[in-house]
């Protein structure tokens, strides 16, 4: 941020960028004050999976469960305001259920324990579940998008059974406040182009994301509706950062 707003530094910036806000009150920042979005890459839902030995097989029978069960449901994430910890907050508080969360040193352990039955459930990202999910050692009650995925069109999406219920992940591009506009159109345009180039579309998709083509402004408009989403959702949830 203290970078020279000449275009040469950059930031490869996320929606955990986004999470700060909320979880933090003393920042030497401010992140959308300070960074001038360039350009999105992509965004990617994360899935709602569990064991199969957990007794439930939809969303709908999983809030009826949680409901009679109160905080006696387990749900991994890979740390305290990981993406599998805010989104299963979002949804605890949309559909109204208390849900115990256990936070892992990581995704990667919480996903050991989840498919050896240690722990039932999990909001994992699409990438590292979809394997298990198809290999039937996981099974999906739905999926953290706005609609069905096309590589996983038999999952319906959560805001199926939970309307508004949405979750997911981003990856962008930023600069430094100050730079100048010209730079930031020039970057914007080829990024953009490469995002069309067929075998970095095949890569994005095989990670479950989308890519995503828009102007600075309208990423930038993007972000700032998600930063105050998700900062009401950590607040709500009491996340403190660990």
């Known amino acids: 941020m203290r970078a020279p707003p000449d275009g040469y530094t950059l930031?490869?910036?996320s929606s955990a960028n986004a999470w700060s806000v909320g979880l933090y009150d003393n920042l030497s920042f401010n992140f959308i004050r300070d960074i001038v979005p360039i350009a999105s890459i992509y965004q990617a839902p994360a899935i709602l999976v569990v064991h199969?030995?957990?007794?439930?097989?939809s969303v709908p029978e999983l809030i009826a469960y949680a409901k009679a069960n109160p905080g006696k449901v387990n749900m991994a994430s890979g740390g305290v305001?990981?993406?599998?910890?805010?989104y299963g907050e979002l949804f605890k508080q949309m559909a109204g259920v208390d849900m115990q969360h256990v936070p892992?040193?990581?995704g990667g352990p919480a996903l050991a324990?989840?498919?050896?039955?240690?722990v039932p459930l999990m909001f994992d990202t699409l990438a590292t579940s979809i394997g298990h999910v198809r290999a039937g050692t996981l099974r999906a009650l739905g999926v953290t998008a706005a609609?069905?995925?096309?590589?996983l069109p038999d999952v319906p999406a959560i805001a199926e059974f939970v309307p508004g219920?949405?979750?997911i992940g981003w990856q962008g591009v930023g600069a430094p406040r100050g730079t100048p506009a010209a730079i930031v159109d020039k970057l914007n345009r080829e990024i953009n182009a490469s995002l069309e180039e067929p075998k970095i579309k095949a890569r994005i998709a095989d990670l479950g994301a989308t890519a995503?083509?828009?102007?600075?402004?309208?990423?930038a408009g993007f972000i700032g509706v998600y930063t105050e989403k998700w900062t009401k959702v950590i607040r709500a949830a009491n996340i403190k950062p660990q």
């Open 113 to 118: 324990d989840l498919i050896a039955g240690q």
């Open 81 to 86: 305001a990981s993406a599998q910890h805010v």
């Open 52 to 57: 199969p030995s957990f007794p439930v097989r």
């Open 212 to 219: 995503l083509i828009n102007t600075p402004a309208e990423f």
């Open 147 to 151: 609609r069905r995925l096309e590589i």
């Open 104 to 106: 892992y040193r990581g």
């Open 11 to 13: 930031l490869q910036m």
């Open 165 to 167: 219920f949405e979750g």
